[in-house]
Each structure stands twice: as C-alpha cells, then as structure tokens.
C-alpha cells in the first residue's frame, strides 16, 4: 500500500489553463504539506494543514490555493498557469504529538511542465 | 530565521569509498529536528534519519551513520565502503520542532527548511 500518493505523476498544459493535484495518505497522520522543488533541485514548502486547518502559508502567489477536504486529503489547485510553475510538486504528510512535529514521508512528486 | 547549508555541491567517489557529506544549520529555536533524505534518480524523497536537537548521540545504520555536533551546528552524513545504489542527491533539513515555538513568536512549526542537496555520485 503506498503511503503517500499523488494523481498525476506528471502534467503537460498550457499557459493560462488552471490544473489541480491531488495528494492522499493512508498513514494516519494529521498533518499535510505542499512542497516545490524546482529545476535546481531545491525544495521550498509552500502550504500546511494540520487537522484541515491553514498553519502553514508562504510566500505563494494567489494563484496557488490548497484545499484539504479531510486529514488525509489534501489537494493543490493552481489557475492561470505560469511558465516558471513548472516544477516537481511533492506532497508529504506528518504526525503531531504532544506538541512535537515529527519526520514527513513525501508522495513521488507530480511534475508539472507548462508550455 | 532558520537555514540549511550543503557546501559541496557535487560529489564523486569510486565503489568502496567512504564518503562524507556535509551539513551545516542555523535556528534560533531551542527545539528543532534535523533529517537527511535522499532523492535517488527515481526522484522520490525518501526519509533517512531525524535527529532531536537534545539528542548529540552519534547514529550508526548499516553502512550509514550520522555525527551531530551542536556546538559546531553541524549534522554530517557518512556513507562507508560506498555502492553504486547510493548515487542520488541527498538533502539535509531543519525543522523547527515544538509547538511552544508557536507562543514564543515562531510561525513555522513542523515546516522543513532544505539545504541546497549535494549530488553524489558512486561510479563502479
């Protein structure tokens, strides 16, 4: 069973199009995240919820905008898509406990290529 | 404000070799996480190790182990007589760990900082 999973792995569109990527997680955790990883490798968080609620929010144009429907969902939906959101987009989730946050598996990534 | 430094950007050993990879952090935070992943050329993240910042034990993992050294704010990596399969790109990162950060004015609980990656690879 894969812990982390995200639909789809990989994403063609054009610019203007509005897309969406779903991220799931069956390991039970409270605790979800959005990540980028761009074409030199480095990996930047953008979004987090715990328990369905916004915790987490940087520097992320507008246009970018998550939605977590449950704990073990959370979905990321971007509208008129830019040239530089093209990227690696990683899903990950975590547990909370006692006031400490611990390790995040991340999903195999959706690479995401805007022509 | 928290920050990950990976100096070596590129890294190349031949199948045997131990290598070490190097790891420095900054965190104003007095509880926080560190982690290793590694991102073999399949490019999924995967999870190595996380290290308490209470906790300066050395860890050994098979052919893997980790040196944390707080007063030098350092969490280096060494893979010994290395293989083929550990070419990837391996991130170092920080978290900031415990929600009492929260009261204390820190905004950024659970979210992880990453170094720049170093790149390694094992040639047979």
């Known amino acids: 069973d894969t812990a982390v999973s995200q639909t789809p792995k990989y994403l063609v569109t054009q610019m203007g199009n509005d897309k969406s990527i779903k991220c799931e997680q069956n390991?039970?955790?409270?605790?979800m995240y959005w990540y980028k990883q761009d074409s030199k490798k480095f990996l930047k968080i953008m979004f987090s919820y715990n328990n369905k609620e916004l915790i987490i929010n940087e520097t992320v144009p507008n246009r970018f905008s998550p939605k977590s429907p449950d704990k073990a969902h959370l979905n990321l939906h971007i509208n008129s898509l830019e040239l530089g959101d093209s990227a690696v987009y990683f899903c990950?989730?975590?547990?909370?406990?006692?006031?400490?946050?611990?390790?995040?598996?991340f999903g195999p990534g959706t690479r995401l290529t805007v022509t | 404000a928290q920050k990950v430094t990976q100096a070596q950007t590129e890294i190349s050993v031949v199948e045997k070799e131990d290598v070490t990879l190097d790891c420095v952090y900054e965190t104003r935070d007095t509880t926080y996480y560190l982690f290793w992943y590694k991102q073999p050329p399949s490019g999924e993240l995967v999870f190595l190790i996380r290290?308490?910042?209470?906790?300066?034990q050395n860890e050994i993992s098979g052919r893997y182990s980790w040196n944390f050294q707080k007063s030098t704010s350092s969490f280096n990596f060494t893979i010994t007589a290395s293989q083929v399969v550990d070419s990837a790109v391996y991130f170092c990162a920080l978290s900031e760990a415990y929600l009492g950060e929260i009261n204390a004015g820190g905004t950024s609980y659970g979210k992880l900082t990453f170094g720049q990656g170093t790149i390694l690879t094992v040639h047979p």
């Open positions: 290290r308490n910042s209470f906790d300066e």
């Open positions: 390991l039970g955790h409270d605790t």
């Open positions: 990950a989730s975590s547990q909370h406990r006692g006031g400490y946050s611990y390790e995040q598996y």
